[in-house]
């Protein structure tokens, strides 16, 4: 009986700790979010990014199964990126108008935005690998 009241307190202060390790999220942002956080384009016609951190949006589909697919290869970019880079997602069908604007045809498409106040884009399913490289070079990351 005490081997197993030890072990479970150590699974508890396992568990505790593991649990309490800060992991980044990438936040689903709408239309005026977007408008604060990345780039308020009805404000500024061209790009002026919000942001002191470039900015990757992925724009996605609740149905599409690239998008799911890439989900978590962006979640692993911000990860490893913490503190360098910010992530954003929009739901294309929860927010048509900004999908519109931002002329989303297909999901995924990810939307890069540097600090030089330049917008890329790039459209489809990439491995993890792919994904970062693409970070890095439209984002001059390091």
């Avoid at 072990?7 to 005026?32: P, R, T």
């Avoid at 489809?124 to 792919?130: F, L, T």
């Amino acid at each position: 009986m005490r081997k197993v009241g030890v072990l479970s307190i150590v699974f508890l202060l396992l568990s505790i700790g593991l649990s309490s390790a800060q992991k980044v999220e990438v936040k689903q942002i709408s239309d005026a979010e977007f408008k604060s956080l990345v780039w308020n384009y009805t404000k500024y016609p061209s790009v002026k990014l919000q942001s002191k951190l470039p900015v990757i949006v992925d724009f996605y589909a609740t149905w599409c199964g690239p998008c799911k697919l890439l989900a978590p290869s962006i979640d692993k970019l911000l990860d490893e990126y913490k503190g360098k880079i910010l992530i954003y997602r929009v739901d294309v069908d929860k927010d048509r108008a900004l999908a519109e604007k931002m002329h989303i045809q297909a999901m995924p498409t990810l939307l890069f935005f540097d600090m030089k106040n330049t917008k890329s884009q790039s459209v489809g399913y990439m491995s993890y690998d792919e994904l970062k490289r693409e970070a890095i070079a439209r984002l001059s990351l390091k």
